[in-house]
């Protein structure tokens, strides 16, 4: 009995391992607790994208991101969780990655809805972006929903874009590697969990991911343009499924980092 646990023990890592992980080093390895920094796009005078019915993004955003808060509190008392923001308040982009970089976070994952472009058939599902660097000077580009309030509103001078810039090409490319890893574990988590269909994965010059020194990625959670995404989005169901599928992806990824962690003491 005691051997048969033992060999579990040993081989039960290793299956959750190879389901989600390519072999490589840890980029980000060191003893402090793990930290999970959870943005609730927009806010306050930001109100992101409106839904069919009204509904702003910023209020649909903002209990899925309460709802992680609280799974993973639950689940694990070695997981420090920061949110950018806990109420309808406006957070600028810059202090997004400076709360991160500040709390020394090891995951970040911005929480989003989507909306179609006027021109654009009905879109329906969800989407999970990573950082495109050479991708974030079309960021002022208006069919960049998410960068588009920042742009035309927020006094982001462009010196933090090209700071960040800078240290992103050194820092964020070493973890794009990781930010995949997570983008591909929701995907799978969110298939499993919520009744949205995926969209896929893809890399975007989002702004926001630009500012966290870690991997990073942005969930579109579904189209508020969509009515059966805006009334699941809507919905306390559906958002509790879709926190719960964050909430799993975020507990495999951390198996993962325990795990190597484990490998290089
Ligand atoms: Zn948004």
Known sequence: MKLFAGILLLVFPVVLFSTYSESSSVPFSDKRVFTVIVDAGHGGKDPGTTGTTGVYERNIVLPIVLKINDFLSKE????????????????????????????????????????????????????????????????????????????????????????????????????????????????????????????????????????????????????????????YLKSEKGQTEIAKSIFKAIRYFKMDYDFENSLMY
């Open 76 to 231: 694990y008392s070695d997981v420090k969780v920061i949110l950018t923001r806990d109420k309808d308040e406006f957070i600028e982009l810059k202090n997004r990655g400076k709360i991160a970089n500040n709390e020394g976070g090891n995951l970040f994952v911005s929480i989003h809805c989507n909306a179609k472009k006027n021109e654009e058939n009905d879109k329906s599902g969800f989407e999970i972006y990573v950082l495109d660097l050479a991708r974030v000077d079309e960021a002022k580009d208006i069919t960049y929903e998410e960068n588009r309030f920042i742009a035309k509103n927020e006094k982001t001078d462009s010196s933090y874009i090209i700071q960040r810039k800078i240290e992103a090409s050194i820092f964020q490319q070493a973890y794009l590697k990781y930010s995949n890893r997570f983008a591909k574990i929701i995907e799978t988590e969110m298939i499993k969990g919520s009744k949205l269909p995926s969209r896929g994965v893809f890399q975007a010059g989002f702004w926001v991911l630009l500012g966290p020194s870690m991997p990073s990625v942005l969930v579109e959670c579904g189209y508020l343009s969509n009515t059966s995404d805006e009334a």
